[in-house]
Structures are given as structure tokens and as C-alpha cells.
């Protein structure tokens, strides 16, 4: 059953101020995205089990992967006790204080594999970056909410949510993280063109990106970025490099076949022809050990979660909850689509972490925070 | 309430999320349609590449550069070992573990029972990883093992590279060794870039750690496809992922030419015998070093593989320090060889000249303390050249009294590389001490007395040289006062033998000493060798001019009423360090020697056949046709025996012992490492007072 905006889930008294949960509220609890995420996070350990069974550097990480997601817990009941618009009130706290760690990054941030990506808090190291994704969806809620743009934005209208994008982005590039840009890039593209962008506008602008990507393709990219896309059109022209990553990675998942080698039993992954196979390649190892049933099962939950994400945000009453709500579920939609994408060599190889499946606490407590926060509009549906 | 005025356009944001669910459906059915081409329509295809044709990276290790004696005699090589490996997930596979094990067992001599043991032992490591059955297998196990392979999944002989040091033990010190890299060590090396990962070897002590840099090579990596049972498929075509094999050539390390000998060093191992101590030639021409050698040593090849802690322990608490540099990294005090630069210092700073003379009663007393000569009813009158070839402390003593103060010495020490760094391409040099004023004042906070300037005069009290520091003072007393930093790398080259650079002489301290020092030097070290007198009579080398001098250094302060016991009778331990340091030959000098032999007690007898023979062949071998067996006998033949160019004043000095005398402030007794500060000696007043 759906409501309309005119009605409540709820039978509300008029006048009356409502805090925090009743009964009846809890017994209609909205537990949905809840519940899947227990499921996603449930596969992502299992296999992550099997994913770091094998290597030194690995071994055991997955333990690290579980206390993460009791932190993320604890964040998640604190979010839930909340009225989601507690962030509507800090969304440009939360976007400077992110856009400062993404500048610590760059001064004083952790190297590893060619990039700096981390910084150390005491024992700790997070990776901003995979925060900015959130900040940066809270700050557009924030700002489409109180702008007050008629028939669709022009250039001028889209000049300041821009320069919003463009600062974090561009920060992330120079790290460099070119996927974790592009999502960014992508989730504002689909909002904006959501929130409708004026038809001459969007041919103007498309024009433009078809002009730039080869300029930055020839002046913009550092030479390893480059080599990912011309291995990604040919695999064969750099074996050793990126295509040999894109090969291995195909080969795994190919050779999953319709039931799977088996758990455990991924020669790919447990050979260690995978590279990275704990993080942006761990959906390879779930492929190769479970086949095309376990990946159209595992698809299958993505896409109950989306579209009852997508729920969430049709039936939320405030402008603020619909587009927080879109934009967080478009972060996760560009993160599946392109992090599996990349795995089945369809895509070129950038750093995507594949939500609640992929190692990485960052990764892990930002999705774990676009979840209660979703859950809490999807049971917070008025603000008072 | 904020969301009333956005009904409207909530309602129009509603209509438009129907595109959403369309780029939700579209995404996943894009994603689901390549599983399908993956998995169900490529997955035999794909299958077969997981399970047949399986691409491994496979790390060619780069060879490590060679080193090469002045000759290019190889010294360092790489030589292959090969290990049999077992990796058990495919000796599972295959279900025939039982057979496997027993055929293996004759191929390469070893009873399964031991090798179930060794697979026993590594069972809580993953199943894929090769365990190590047996190292350094002989051709004949190795051509056994790979004639049998196809029946003996699992199993495998893998090639490593052993760094070899061909002539074991000599100079061990001076190639060094390699050995793993450790953990604590990688991330200070791999700071700017990825250059070492686990398992790789790094130098670790002598040239292989000075010149790391040099001597290793770039690994490379190569693309293989094996099998399920992980063994390299070698047909071409059918069904290989890879259109060509890929690699990465590995680039070997550059080789080094060192300005050693090694028919020198041959030659120094063979005098040492089991000798401890160490020996240092240097070219005075260049400052090129000749030989360097420590004893007692280890052998640097058991190193590059892993070392047997027992091995290692054994070296480590061995008495003798083998893992010492003695060339470098002990400081001993030089004894009587330091008094030419008491010599040199009176000489030049004109308080002495050639005909000064002084009477030797044997002793000599300064306020209320006496100094005693070696020789205990002294020499009589003595004259510089006589002084020398006696070794009388009196007459040194007497000119350390002349000169201004303990400075002038020093002045002429330091001219001369002591007190100081030679600066030579190894870690570890200590610096020796030159004791000043102004050094005690700093030191100790107290004034520099009278007699501790008599001690330096002699080569004792705080003066401490190292092997290399004496050989290259004696190098610059040969030259005429030219001071070269001593070095060991003549060239380097790219592995198939081009030149890349080549080093050159470098010059330290250009003070030229005045022609008439230069000369009674020469004529005094001349007269200790080559003069019935002299303190190293024995070890004369007829036409070939040898000349130097002897020392001894204490090891134990020697109480009054002992010091003319005779060292043989003492404890190993508490014996004398024999010291000798000379050049030859005289007249052109092209090689210049120090050796140190510990608890030899005297440097005529245990240090001078050291330094003899590594003179004598290097003579014999770079300039036969002057010092060649039949050359030297036709001169001398010729000749008759050589003039002696000066009048000695006195007959044969009987007694060797020149250094040792019983003075309070003598430097304290060397025994293990030593601090670089020697501690406070008695006050004067304390000590054993003869007389």
C-alpha cells in the first residue's frame, strides 16, 4: 500500500508533538534496508572468510571487517534516535569538516599502492574520501531543498552546486582516486538530471563533456590511468599491467559457471592470480566460488535493496528526505554497477569498493551510516 | 512547516521516478547479461583457462654484480643452487602422495619418513605454497628429479642463486655477505620507491652493504601459464590466454673491479697462518688499497642463504671476534711504529736534526716519575737514524721533551691520517685518537701533563691507530707526505664487462715533508730491516730494499718487576700485540704494508713475515724483471751486498720488546671492542714507581 502525500502511515492527533518512537510506530517499523543490509553484510563476511584464508597480509581481516560493523551499529542506533533532519540543520558543517580531511589527505595522508588515501587518527586510518560521497549527497539535499530554481536549472542556477562537486572531486582526483571521482561525478549527474536541468542546458553541456574527455584523457590523467582504459578497450596490450588484473578477473568470474567451484575452492582467488581480491575485486571470489546462481541471488538482494531505497525516497513528504534518500541510493546504485562492471570487464579498472562485500572500514561505515540515515526517513516521514 | 510549500514539487519529483526504477532495471540487466555471456556462455572456455592454463606471474630474479679482484680474478660469484620443492595441494590432488614420496625418496637420498617430517611440519601453512624438501641438490638429483617429473605432481626443483665467495674466508670482511632483508628494514627502504619486497637479499656488512646500490640488479618478471598441477606448459598455441609469452627482462647488477690482489691476499692468509690480526697494503702512490684482511673470518657463502643460528653463534661469541673488522673497526696503540712521527715532528718543527745526539742510560726521569728504555741498560748515545733502528724510547722521549708541546705531534699525526677517518668505502671505521691539550681538557677537564707527552712520543698513552690508518700513514712517509684517501673500487661495470666509471686517487693532505726528513726517514726504517742492528734483521729482503718499523702494543698493564719477563711465558690473552708497518721498495716505494698480529708479541717476529711476504710478492709479481728471483740474485751478484748509507753509532739491539715499558698513563689494556674513550688514567704518584 502506498500513501499519498496527504496521508499518514500513522494516525497522528492534531497538535501533538511527536518525539522519539511509540509503540505502535516500532510495530510499524520500517526494517527493510535494515534487514538486507544484515543479509549483504552476512555474504560480504562470508566471503570475505574465504577471501583472506590465504594470504599473510590478508589473514584474519575479516575480524576487522566485524568490528567495524559493530561500530557501525552503534553509529546506526544513534542515527535511528534522530530526526533526519538533524542533518539538513549540519549538512554544511559535515560537508567543510570532510572537505578539510580530504586536504589533510593530500598533506599528511598515508601512501599506499601509488596513492595517498588515508590518514591516521591515532591507530586508525580513514579514508575521507569514501566519506565525501555521503557529505557530499547531505550538502545537494541541503541545497536543492532551499533553493527555490523554477523549470528546470540553467547554467547560471548550476554554477553553485558545481562548485560544490568540483572542490571535493577535484581533491579526490589528486589523490589520485579516479573512481571514487567518478562516483561522486555520476551521483550528481543523475540528481541534477532528476531534479531537471533545462533541455538546451543538458545538450550544451554533453556537448562539453564530449570535448574535454579526450583533452583530459590526453593532458589530465597520470599515465597508470590512461593504461587502464587502453587495456580496458585491449587486455591483450598490457597483460602484465591492468589487463592482467581485467583478464584474471574475467577468467574468475567466467569460471564460476552456473553452480561455482565451491566455497573455498577459487583457484583464482586462493592462487592468488587475483590481485586485490579482498577489496575492489572481491566480487570475482564470490563468483568464482558460487557461479551464476550465487551472482544472480546476490544481484537479485542489490536490487530489492535499490528499489527499496527508491521506495523510501517516493514516499518521503520533504524535499529533503526525497532527494538525501535519491542521492544516497545513487551512490550505492554507481558503486554496484560500477565495481561489478569492472570485475566482469565491462568497465575499465578504477577503485570501487563493492558495498558491505568489499574490505574497508570506510567504505563499510559510510554505507552502514546511508542506511539508518534511509531508514530513518523512511520511518521519520514528517518533521516537526 | 517547511515540507508544505514543497507538496507540489514533491509530487512532480514522484512522476519522474518511474526513469529511476528504468536506469535501476536497465543497470542490473546490463550486469546480470554479462554474467550470462561470462558464466554460462564463455564459463567452459573460461573454466578451462582457471583450470588448465593458469597465468602466473613468476619473478626473474635479477643476478647481483660480480666483484673482481685488480686482475678481474673473480672473487664474488653467483652461482646456481637448486632446491626441491614440494607444493602439497597438488601432491593431494594427484591421490598418489604414498608413491610420490617413495620414488622421490631414491632420486634424491633422502627417506620418506623424513620427507613426510619436513611436510608435516609446514602443514598449517596454506596448501599452495611450496615447501622447501631439500637444498643444494647435486646435477645428478637434479636431472633424476626433472627426468620423473611428469610422475611426480607437486613436485619441483626451483633454481636459486647462491652468492658465492670463491676464496671462502679471505677478505670476508672486505666483500661482507648478503642476507635477507627484515622487515623493520623494508619500509626505510622502500621510503620513496617500491625497491625491496620480502624474501629479497640486501648486503649486509663489508662492499656488498657499502655499494648495495651497485651490485644489485633489477628483478624482472615473466608471464607463464601453468597447469592444475602447476606445472609450466611449454607448447605453444591451443588454448593459451596469452598470445605471446610477456616478460619483463630482469637487469643484472653491476660488477665491481677492486684495486685488491688476490694473489696478495693468497699470500697474507698464508702467513697468517692461524694468526689473529689483521694486515692492510696500500699503494703509496695512489692510495689504492692492495690487500685487506682480518683473522681470524668466516665464510661470507654460508651467509646468502640463511646462516644456521648455531653458525651464527659460534661466530658471534668466538673470543677472537671473527665478525670483526680488525683492519678498521679495533683500535690498538701503535707503539714504536708511531715514533717516526715523533721523529718527522722534531725533524720539521727543527728542535732535532741529524746530528743531534742523546745519551741512553736506560731510562730517563721527568719531576718525580722515571721513564724507562726497552732495553735496560740503555743504548748509549744514540742518534736519530740509530734511535729508529733500535726503537730507543730514551732518545724519543727526549725529542716528545724538546718539541713545544703534545700539539706538534698531533700536528704531524694528523698530516700523516691519524686521529681521523681515512674515509675509506666501508661502515664501521672508527677513528683511532691523537690526544691534544686542548682534547684532554675537553675529555677530562684537566691540564696535559710533562710525562703523558713522553707516553705519546712513543706511540703510547691515548694514541690509538687502526691497521688501515698505520698502512696509510707509512704510505704517505713513502710518498714523501702525500696523504691519498685509501680506496677499494678501481672501476665498475655493466654485466658484460663495459666500463661505466672509474675511480681516482683522491688526495687528503698534500704537507710534503722537508728532503731532509723524507731521507733520514727513509735511511732509519731502511737501517731496522737491513742492518744487523735493527729490530727486524730476520726478515730482511735482499735487493728488494724493505723497510719499515716494529711496535708493540700492550695488552695488560705491565707492573715494574715484570716488564722484562719475556712474553712467551704471559697468558694468550695477556701477550703483546706485534705491530709492524713498512714500504718497499726504499728507493721508489710502490707498496706500503701494517699489520697487526695480536698476542704475537713482537712485531719483529710475528707481524714483519706477514708484511713481508705480501711485499715480496707483489714485487716478484708486478715488476719481474727488477725484483724477479733471477733479477734480485744477478744484482746482488753485481752489487755485492747493499752500502749502508749511514754510520751507526752503536752494535745490535738485542732486545725486541721496544714498546713495552712500564709507564703509569699507558693506554689501557684492549681487550673486545673498545670505547672510543679510553678512561682516566692514574694520577701520577699511584702508579708502580721503579727505581
Not at chain 1, 570487464?345 to 546511508?370: A, D, R
Not at chain 2, 742518534?383 to 698531533?410: E, G, H, M, P
Amino acid at each position: 500500500m502506498t500513501y499519498t502525500s496527504t496521508e499518514s502511515p500513522l494516525p497522528i492527533e492534531e497538535g501533538q508533538l511527536r518525539v522519539g518512537m511509540y509503540d505502535e510506530e516500532l510495530k510499524k517499523f520500517n526494517w527493510n534496508l535494515l534487514i538486507i543490509q544484515f543479509v549483504l553484510f552476512g555474504i560480504g563476511i562470508w566471503n570475505l572468510i574465504s577471501a583472506t584464508g590465504v594470504e599473510d597480509k590478508s589473514l584474519g581481516l575479516y575480524k576487522t571487517q566485524l568490528l567495524w560493523f559493530g561500530i557501525g551499529m552503534a553509529l546506526t542506533t544513534l542515527i535511528l534516535i534522530m530526526h533526519y533532519s538533524f542533518f539538513s540543520r549540519v549538512a554544511y558543517i559535515i560537508y567543510f569538516a570532510n572537505i578539510l580531511l580530504l586536504a589533510a589527505v593530500l598533506v599528511a595522508g598515508k601512501s599506499s599502492l601509488g596513492a595517498k588515501r588515508w590518514i591516521g587518527f591515532g591507530g586508525l586510518r580513514i579514508q575521507p574520501s569514501e566519506f565525501m560521497k555521503l557529505s557530499m549527497v547531505i550538502c545537494l539535499a541541503k541545497y536543492f531543498e532551499t533553493d527555490r530554481t523554477v523549470g528546470g536549472y540553467g547554467l547560471k542556477e548550476m554554477l553553485l552546486p558545481v562548485m560544490l562537486v568540483a572542490v571535493p572531486a577535484g581533491l579526490i582526483m589528486l589523490q589520485p582516486d579516479l573512481g571514487t571521482a567518478l562516483i561522486i561525478l555520476f551521483t550528481f549527474a543523475s540528481m541534477m538530471l532528476f531534479i531537471k536541468v533545462r533541455p538546451k542546458t543538458l545538450i550544451l553541456l554533453i556537448s562539453i563533456v564530449a570535448l574535454t574527455v579526450p583533452l583530459a584523457y590526453q593532458f589530465a590523467m597520470k599515465p597508470y590511468q590512461r593504461q587502464r582504459i587502453v587495456s580496458f578497450i585491449d587486455p591483450q596490450s598490457d597483460p602484465k599491467g591492468s589487463g592482467y588484473n581485467s583478464i584474471q578477473s574475467m577468467i574468475a568470474v567466467g569460471s564460476g559457471q552456473l553452480t561455482g567451484k565451491g566455497y573455498k575452492k577459487g583457484t583464482q582467488s586462493q592462487l592468488n592470480f587475483l590481485p586485490e581480491h579482498h577489496t575492489d575485486f572481491i566480487f570475482s571470489v564470490f563468483s568464482e566460488e558460487h557461479g551464476f546462481v550465487g551472482c544472480i541471488i546476490l544481484v537479485a538482494i542489490y536490487l530489492v535493496f535499490l528499489l527499496n531505497g527508491l521506495s523510501v525516497a517516493y514516499q518521503s513528504h520533504d524535499k529533503f528526505g526525497v532527494l538525501l534518500t535519491l542521492g544516497i541510493m545513487n551512490v550505492f546504485f554507481w558503486h554496484i554497477f560500477v565495481n561489478m562492471g569492472m570485475v566482469m570487464g565491462m568497465l575499465p579498472i578504477v577503485g570501487v569498493p563493492l558495498p558491505f562485500l568489499s574490505y574497508g572500514g570506510s567504505s563499510l561505515m559510510t554505507s552502514i551510516m546511508s542506511v539508518a540515515i534511509v531508514t530513518n526517513i523512511a520511518n521519520k516521514k514528517f518533521m516537526f | 512547516m517547511a515540507f508544505l510549500g514543497q507538496e507540489e514539487q514533491i509530487r512532480e519529483f514522484q512522476d519522474r521516478f518511474r526513469y529511476l526504477y528504468a536506469a535501476v532495471f536497465i543497470g542490473i540487466a546490463l550486469l546480470v547479461s554479462r554474467l550470462v555471456f561470462l558464466q554460462i556462455l564463455n564459463g567452459d572456455k573460461m573454466r578451462h583457462y582457471s583450470e588448465e592454463n593458469r597465468i602466473k606471474r613468476v619473478k626473474i630474479s635479477a643476478p647481483r654484480g660480480m666483484i673482481f679482484d685488480r686482475n678481474k680474478t673473480l672473487l664474488i660469484d653467483n652461482r646456481p643452487a637448486f632446491d626441491l620443492e614440494i607444493i602439497p595441494q597438488y601432491l593431494k590432488e594427484s591421490k598418489q602422495s604414498a608413491q610420490v614420496i617413495s620414488r622421490l625418496s631414491t632420486l634424491i637420498n633422502l627417506k620418506p619418513e623424513e620427507i613426510e617430517a619436513t611436510l608435516k611440519k609446514y602443514k598449517s601453512q596454506p596448501s599452495f605454497l611450496a615447501i622447501k624438501v631439500k637444498t643444494d641438490l647435486s646435477r645428478e638429483e637434479v636431472a633424476a628429479v626433472e627426468s620423473w617429473k611428469i610422475e611426480m605432481p607437486g613436485v619441483q626443483v626451483e633454481q636459486e642463486i647462491k652468492r658465492t665467495n670463491i676464496y671462502g674466508e679471505i677478505a670476508s670482511h672486505l666483500l661482507g655477505y648478503i642476507g635477507e632483508v627484515n622487515a623493520t628494514e623494508l619500509p626505510k627502504l622502500n621510503a620513496v620507491t617500491q625497491r625491496y619486497k620480502q624474501g629479497d637479499s640486501i648486503g649486509k656488512f663489508g662492499l656488498e652493504q657499502r655499494v648495495e646500490d651497485t651490485l644489485r640488479g633489477q628483478d624482472g618478471e615473466k608471464l607463464v601459464e601453468v597447469d592444475a598441477l602447476g606445472r609450466i606448459k611449454l607448447e605453444k598455441g591451443k588454448g593459451r590466454v596469452l598470445a605471446t609469452p610477456l616478460e619483463k627482462l630482469a637487469a643484472p647488477g653491476k660488477n665491481l673491479i677492486l684495486t685488491i690482489d688476490q694473489d696478495l691476499q693468497n699470500a697474507a692468509a698464508k702467513a697468517f697462518g692461524t694468526s689473529i690480526g689483521s694486515i692492510v697494503a696500500i699503494d703509496p702512490r695512489s692510495g689504492a688499497i692492495l690487500s685487506m684482511m682480518s683473522r681470524p673470518s668466516f665464510d661470507p657463502t654460508e651467509f646468502s642463504r640463511g646462516i644456521p643460528s648455531a653458525v651464527w653463534n659460534r661466530l658471534l661469541n668466538n673470543e677472537n671476534h671473527p665478525l670483526r673488522d680488525k683492519t678498521i673497526q679495533d683500535h690498538y696503540p701503535p707503539g714504536s711504529t708511531f715514533k717516526i712521527v715523533t721523529g718527522v715532528a722534531g725533524l720539521e718543527e727543527g728542535v732535532i736534526d741529524e746530528h743531534t745526539t742523546i745519551h741512553c742510560t736506560g731510562s730517563m726521569r721527568v719531576g718525580n716519575r722515571v721513564y724507562h728504555c726497552h732495553k735496560k741498560g740503555g743504548h748509549g748515545d744514540v742518534n736519530i737514524l740509530t734511535a729508529i733502528t733500535q726503537s730507543c724510547d730514551v732518545f724519543f722521549y727526549r725529542v716528545a721533551q724538546k718539541l713545544k708541546s703534545v700539539d706538534d705531534i698531533a700536528k704531524w699525526a694528523k698530516h700523516l691520517g691519524l686521529g681521523k677517518r681515512t674515509g675509506i668505502n666501508l661502515a664501521h671505521e672508527v677513528s683511532g685518537l691523537i690526544p691534544t691539550e686542548a682534547w684532554k681538557m675537553k675529555h677530562y677537564n684537566q691540564v696535559w701533563t710533562a710525562g703523558e707527552t713522553l707516553s705519546v712520543g712513543i706511540g703510547q698513552g691515548y694514541v690509538l691507530t687502526t691497521v688501515l690508518q698505520l698502512a696509510n700513514m707509512y704510505a704517505s712517509l713513502a710518498n714523501g707526505g702525500t696523504l691519498y684517501k685509501p680506496y677499494l673500487i678501481k672501476e665498475v661495470e655493466s654485466f658484460d664487462g663495459n666500463t661505466l666509471q672509474t675511480f681516482n686517487p683522491e688526495i687528503v693532505d698534500q704537507t710534503r715533508l722537508k728532503p731532509k726528513t723524507y731521507e733520514l726517514v727513509k735511511q732509519g726504517l731502511w737501517a731496522v730491516i737491513n742492518t744487523q742492528h735493527g729490530t727486524a734483521y730476520a726478515q730482511r729482503l735482499p735487493g728488494m730494499d724493505f723497510v719499515g718499523k716494529t711496535g708493540t702494543a700492550q695488552v695488560i698493564n705491565i707492573s715494574a718487576d715484570k716488564i722484562y719477563q719475556k712474553c712467551e711465558n704471559m697468558r694468550f690473552k695477556d701477550r703483546h700485540h706485534g705491530i709492524f708497518a713498512g714500504f718497499a721498495p726504499v728507493s721508489n716505494p710502490v707498496i706500503a704494508v701494517a699489520v697487526i698480529a695480536e698476542h704475537g708479541c713482537h712485531g719483529g717476529t710475528a707481524a714483519a713475515p706477514i708484511a713481508r711476504a705480501v711485499i715480496k710478492t707483489y714485487l716478484e709479481k708486478y715488476y719481474p724483471t727488477i725484483y724477479g728471483e733471477k733479477a734480485v740474485a744477478a744484482r746482488l751478484k753485481a752489487e755485492g751486498q747493499p752500502v749502508v748509507p749511514i754510520k751507526m753509532s752503536r752494535k745490535a739491539a738485542e732486545d725486541e720488546d721496544e714498546g713495552v715499558v712500564p709507564n703509569d698513563d699507558a693506554a689501557p689494556p684492549i681487550q673486545g671492542p673498545m670505547p672510543f674513550l679510553p678512561p682516566l688514567p692514574p694520577t701520577p704518584g699511584e702508579g708502580p714507581e721503579a727505581e
